[in-house]
C-alpha cells in the first residue's frame, strides 16, 4: 500500500514524571502501547500513545516498524523528544508488504460446471521476517477463506513461507490477511474452468453459489458463513452491465479487429478480526470497545478503542449513538486514539471498525437507554414496564402525551435519580462478536485492449455489494469507490519488485504508478441488504471488499479479451507490455523476478 503520510513517531520521555508520550502513525493505539512495555519495561500506565488524524492506513501502519522502537528507546536513554519520519522512498522500500505470493491449484467438476473438490498450493514471499498480527496462528493468513461463497464439499491447502531479505512481509494490505489473494485465486480458478468447460462464466458462478436458504453455512475450510444472498447480487449486477447484450457487441468487435471483454468477480470475506475463541493479538482476545458519557445537557462524548483511517468514524458512530437514543448525531463528540482517554481497544484493519467497534457503541447506547428507562419511570411516577420507547423519547403507555425526553433523563440523572441508583449517565462495553462477518460482493467490468500496444482501457466497472445494514450510505459508497479505485491499481499499474542484483524497481512514483483522476474509471454502485444476524445493528462491514473482489475482475475482462489467443493466464498487473507479449507471442506471462544465475 501506499498511503498519502508516511509512517513517523515522536516520542517524549520525560525524566521527572518518569512518563513515556509518543506520537505516531498507528492503527492500533493501544497494541503499540502494549508492546512498548514489554520492550521498553515500563508500566502500561506510565505510557500514552497518540494516533493523530492519519493520512491512509490500509494495513501499513499496525505493524511495529523499527523506527518507531528506535525513536522511543533513544528518547528513554537521551531523555530528550526523538523524532522519526520516513520519507516516501523509504516508505515504499520497507513497509510491510502484501502479496508477492504465487498459487496453483486444481479444480475438480462434473461436466456440467458443479465444483467437487479444490486443491490448492501458495508460494509466500514473507520478506525478513513476519509483521502479520499473529504469525504463530495465520502464518498465511485467512488463505483458507477462498471459495466461501460456494458450495464445494472438500477442499485442501498446502502452503510454503520463503524468508528473504526483503522488507518484513504478511501485512493485510486492505484485507483481512491475505484475503485479496485468495479471492483473486478463487475467481481466476473458477473463470479458468469455465473457460475449459465452455460454460458461460456467469452461470458457473450461479451453478455453484451458497444458496440462500443453506444459510448457516460450513466452508470446506471450516468457517461458518451466516447470511447472503448470492445470486441476487449476480443477477442485479449482471442486469445493470447488460451482460448479453455485451456479450453480442464483443462478437461484433472481434469482427472487425477490436478486442472486447467482460469480467466477472465474485467474493464473500470474513470481517471483524474476531472471535477471541480463535483471534488474538500478543495473547490479547481480539474484542473492542466504547465508553459512553451523557452529559446533563443532554450532549454526549463516544470514546472508543477503534481508530480512524478516514474511514469516518465521526460520523458513524455519532449516527449509532442517535439511532440508539435520539440524541443529534451533531450532539455527539466521538473521541479516538488516545491512550491516556479511550477504552482498551484493539484498533482499525481488516474491516473491523462496525462489525466489532460499531457493535460496542451500539451496545453501551443500549446499557445507556436501560438506566434511562428506569429514570423515566421515576420521573413520570410508574413502574418501569409502564414505560415504552420511541427514538429520543420514553413515554406511558396507557396515555402516549405523557413522556420525558432523553434530554430530560440526563438533566435527572444529575439532580433527580431515584433512591439507591447512583448518579450520573455514562457506561462502557466490550463487544466480543460471536463469529466473523461476512458481507458479499459481486463485480463486473468491461474493457477494450489494444492489439497493437497491449494497452487495455476500462468501459464500465458494476459493483453489487452486500455489506448489510448501511449506516451511513455516503460513507459506505466513498469506501467502495475507493477501493475499486485500488483494485484498478492492483490490476493494472502498481508494482514493486527487484532486479536480479536485489534493487527495488518500484521505489519512486516515475516506477511505482498510482491512479489518478485521469486513468481512474468511472463506477456504477448497486446494493442489497441482508442484515448480519448476530451483530446488534445487522451490519457486516464494507471497507476493504472491493478491494478484495476487484482486482480478478479487471484481469478476467482482458482474458476474456483475450480468448482465443492460446493465452490463458498474466500476471498481475497487467502492464501494456506484459499484454502486448502475451498477445503476438500467445504464450502466458509470469510476474516472477528475475533470478540471478551465477
Not at 404 to 414: F, H, K, L, P, R
Request: charge should be negative; hydrophobic fraction near 40%; proline fraction near 6%.
Amino acid at each position: 500500500p501506499s498511503p498519502i503520510e508516511t509512517c513517523g513517531s515522536i516520542a517524549d520521555f520525560d525524566r521527572a514524571t518518569s512518563k513515556l508520550t509518543v506520537y505516531m502513525t498507528t492503527q492500533a493505539p493501544h497494541i503499540i502501547r502494549a508492546a512498548v512495555a514489554m520492550v521498553a519495561e515500563l508500566p502500561e500506565h506510565m505510557i500514552r500513545i497518540v494516533s493523530p488524524d492519519l493520512g491512509g492506513g490500509f494495513g501499513n501502519k499496525v505493524p511495529i516498524y523499527p523506527g518507531y522502537v528506535v525513536s522511543i528507546l533513544a528518547s528513554i536513554l537521551l531523555e530528550r523528544p526523538v523524532k522519526w519520519i520516513e520519507d516516501k522512498t523509504g516508505n515504499l522500500i520497507s513497509t510491510g508488504f502484501g502479496r508477492d505470493i504465487y498459487l496453483r491449484g486444481q479444480l475438480a467438476l462434473r461436466s456440467d460446471g458443479k465444483i467437487l473438490g479444490v486443491r490448492m498450493h501458495t508460494d509466500s514471499d514473507h520478506g525478513a521476517f513476519f509483521s502479520d498480527a499473529q504469525p504463530s496462528k495465520f502464518k498465511i493468513g485467512l488463505m483458507h477463506a477462498a471459495f466461501a461463497c460456494y458450495d464445494i464439499p472438500v477442499a485442501h491447502l498446502t502452503s510454503r513461507g520463503v524468508y528473504t531479505n526483503k522488507a518484513p512481509g504478511g501485512v493485510a494490505y486492505r484485507c483481512s490477511f491475505r484475503i485479496t489473494e485468495a479471492m483473486f485465486f478463487q475467481e481466476r480458478m473458477v473463470q479458468a474452468a469455465a473457460d475449459d468447460l465452455g460454460i458461460d462464466q456467469a452461470e458457473i458462478r450461479r451453478l455453484n453459489f451458497v444458496q440462500d436458504d443453506d444459510f448457516p453455512h460450513r466452508t470446506p475450510f471450516g468457517f461458518l458463513t451466516d447470511s447472503g444472498q448470492y445470486a441476487k447480487c449476480l443477477d442485479i449486477g449482471l442486469e445493470a452491465i447488460g451482460y448479453e447484450d455485451f456479450l453480442k457487441q464483443k462478437e461484433e468487435a472481434r469482427k472487425n479487429g477490436r478486442l472486447l471483454g467482460i469480467g466477472i468477480s465474485t467474493m464473500t470475506e470474513p470481517l471483524g478480526a474476531g472471535n477471541s475463541r480463535e483471534y488474538d493479538i500478543l495473547g490479547i482476545k481480539m474484542f473492542d470497545s466504547a465508553e459512553l458519557r451523557v452529559h446533563m445537557t443532554g450532549k454526549a462524548i463516544l470514546r472508543t478503542g477503534a481508530k480512524s483511517q478516514g474511514q469516518g468514524h465521526e460520523t458513524t458512530w455519532a449516527q449509532i449513538v442517535a439511532h440508539e437514543l435520539g440524541i443529534p448525531a451533531d450532539d455527539v463528540v466521538v473521541e479516538e486514539g488516545d491512550t491516556d482517554t479511550a477504552p482498551f481497544g484493539m484498533g482499525t484493519y481488516a474491516s473491523r471498525s462496525t462489525p466489532v467497534a460499531g457493535a460496542a457503541v451500539s451496545m453501551v447506547a443500549r446499557k445507556i437507554r436501560a438506566k434511562a428507562r428506569k429514570i423515566a419511570a421515576h420521573l413520570l411516577e410508574v413502574s418501569e414496564e409502564d414505560i415504552e420507547w420511541e427514538l429520543g423519547r420514553f413515554y406511558l403507555r396507557s396515555s402516549p402525551e405523557s413522556g420525558v425526553t432523553i434530554q430530560e433523563c440526563a438533566m435527572a440523572a444529575y439532580s433527580n435519580v431515584p433512591d439507591g441508583m447512583e448518579p450520573g449517565l455514562e457506561n462502557n462495553a466490550y463487544y466480543d462478536p460471536p463469529n466473523l462477518t461476512w458481507p458479499f460482493g459481486c463485480y463486473i467490468t468491461t474493457v477494450e485492449v489494444d492489439p497493437l500496444t497491449g494497452v487495455w482501457d476500462v468501459l464500465n466497472v458494476v459493483a453489487v455489494d452486500d455489506c448489510g445494514v448501511r449506516i451511513n450510505p455516503m460513507i459506505v459508497e466513498g469506501q467502495i469507490m475507493g477501493g475499486l479505485t485500488e483494485a484498478y491499481a492492483m490490476a493494472n499499474m502498481q508494482f514493486i519488485t527487484f532486479d536480479s542484483e536485489g534493487n527495488c524497481v518500484g521505489s519512486n512514483y516515475m516506477d511505482y504508478l498510482l491512479p489518478t483522476a485521469w486513468e481512474t474509471p468511472g463506477f456504477e454502485l448497486h446494493e442489497v441488504v441482508t442484515p448480519c444476524p448476530h451483530h446488534p445493528i445487522g451490519a457486516k462491514g464494507v471497507g476493504e471488499c472491493a478491494t478484495v473482489g476487484g482486482p480478478a475482475a479487471f484481469v478476467n475482462a482482458v482474458l476474456d479479451a483475450l480468448k482465443g489467443t492460446g493465452v490463458r493466464n498474466i500476471d498481475m498487473p497487467l502492464l501494456p507490455d506484459r499484454v502486448y507479449e502475451a498477445l503476438t507471442e500467445g504464450h502466458d506471462v509470469s510476474g516472477a523476478p528475475p533470478l540471478r544465475t551465477d
